[in-house]
C-alpha cells in the first residue's frame, strides 16, 4: 500500500467515525460541547507525548489501549457519545485516526456553524484592530463568520498571506519582490 493510498484510507476511516459523532451531536443539540471536546482532544495529542504513542504504537494490545483511552476519556469528562466512539475506536484498532477525527469534526463543526478558517501568516505580528479589520473584510468575502489562525514569518519581508479555503492572497513584499525579479529576467 503506497503512503497516498495509507493517508486516504485513514481520513476515509476517521470520516466515517466523525460523521456519525456529529449526527448524534447534531440531533441532541450538543454541536457546543462536542466542539468544546475536539478542542480538548486534538489539544491532547498536540502535547502529549505518551498518547501520540498510545493511539499509533503497536505494542499496546486492543484491551490495552482501550483501558487506557477510557481512561482518558473519564479525566477529560468526555460524553458519553465521544467516550463511546473512542472505546470502539480502540477495540477496531482504529485510535491511529484520532487526529484525523479531530480535523473532520473541527472542519463539520465550523460548516455547521457558517464558520470559515482562515491562514494568516504576517511579516510581523498583526494588532487587535487589524485583525479585527481583516476578520470583517474576510467575512464580507466569504458571507461567513471567520476565524484566523496567525503565525508571522519575517522572511515575508512585509505584508502577509491569506489563505481562505481554496482562495489565496499574497501582499507579501517577499512575493512582489520575486515577481520583479521574474519581469527583469524576462527583460533580459
Known sequence: MTVANSVSMSHSIAGRYAQAVFDIAMAEGQIDSLARETESLAAALAESDD??????????????QAAAIGAIASKMGLSPVMAN?????????????????????????????????????????????????????LAEKSGKTVKLNTRVDDSLIGGMIVRLGSQMIDTSVRSKLASLQNVMKEVG
Request: net charge positive; charged share 25%.
Open 51 to 64: 498518547l501520540r504513542a498510545l493511539i499509533s504504537s503497536p505494542k499496546y494490545s486492543r484491551a490495552e
Open 85 to 137: 466512539t473512542l472505546q470502539l475506536m480502540a477495540k477496531n484498532r482504529r485510535l491511529f485516526v484520532l487526529p484525523q477525527l479531530t480535523e473532520r469534526l473541527a472542519a463539520l463543526i465550523a460548516d455547521a456553524r457558517g464558520e470559515v478558517t482562515a491562514e494568516v501568516t504576517s511579516a510581523v505580528a498583526l494588532s487587535d484592530e487589524q485583525m479585527d479589520r481583516l476578520k470583517q473584510t
